[in-house]
T-cell receptor, first 112, second 112 residues
């Protein structure tokens, strides 16, 4: 499974855009990039997933450059409720078992 | 409401006792997973099951056991052989042809 590196923590303010970059230099051809959000004492929640270029849904965007060695999760106009830990995961989602490997994640603190 | 449930939310046990954590889902998902999370850390995979009556060890299976007798249920037993059982335990499931895992609310186990 490809190892990922992401910042330990980030601070932001309400209404700002938050961008979290994840490095995955040894990403394999069949690997997808997936982001989860976790609030304290809760299970992680799927945010977005992509393979290349750009993916957008109602809560976030995911930017993946052509070499796929990194990716950036973009949270537009964050609110206090976006304070959470964000995990970047890289793996072959079609592989048997779909095992996920969670790193330490990025703790995002949104201030008023 | 469809979802994945874990009970109880908090569990206290004395050292040397086995304890079983419940995980039930009514999403008709084939695959189910158990993770452990320690304070400030990411999730680590304990066991996973892709189909009824079949399961595989994850990265930290020692001291744990599971069963998958029904599609809806995937209980985890924390045995007395687990050296540091105090942790937050998360169960997840995934449907066929879906790539994201859905997590339950978690059980916080404290062993003293």
């Amino acid at each position: 499974l490809a190892k990922t590196t992401q910042p330990i923590s980030m601070d932001s303010y309400e209404g700002q855009e938050v961008n979290i970059t994840c490095s995955h230099n040894n990403i394999a051809t069949n690997d997808y990039i997936t982001w989860y959000q976790q609030f304290p004492s809760q299970g992680p929640r799927f945010i977005i997933q992509g393979y290349k270029t750009k993916v957008t849904n109602e809560v976030a965007s995911l930017f993946i450059p052509a070499d796929r060695k990194s990716s950036t999760l973009s949270l537009p106009r964050v609110s206090l409720s976006d304070t959470a830990v964000y995990y970047c995961l890289v793996g072959d989602i079609r592989a048997a078992g779909n095992k996920l490997t969670f790193g330490g994640g990025t703790r995002v603190l949104v201030k008023p | 409401d469809g979802g994945i449930t874990q009970s109880p939310k908090y569990l206290f046990r004395k050292e040397g006792q086995n304890v079983t954590l419940s995980c039930e889902q009514n999403l008709n998902h084939d695959a189910m997973y158990w993770y452990r999370q320690d304070p400030g850390q990411g999730l680590r995979l304990i066991y996973y099951s892709q189909i009824v009556n079949d399961f595989q060890k994850g990265d930290i299976a020692e001291g744990y056991s599971v069963s998958r007798e029904k599609k809806e249920s995937f209980p985890l037993t924390v045995t007395s052989a687990q050296k540091n059982p105090t942790a937050f335990y998360l169960c997840a499931s995934r449907g066929q042809d879906r790539y994201e895992q859905y997590f339950g609310p978690g059980t916080r186990l404290t062993v003293t």
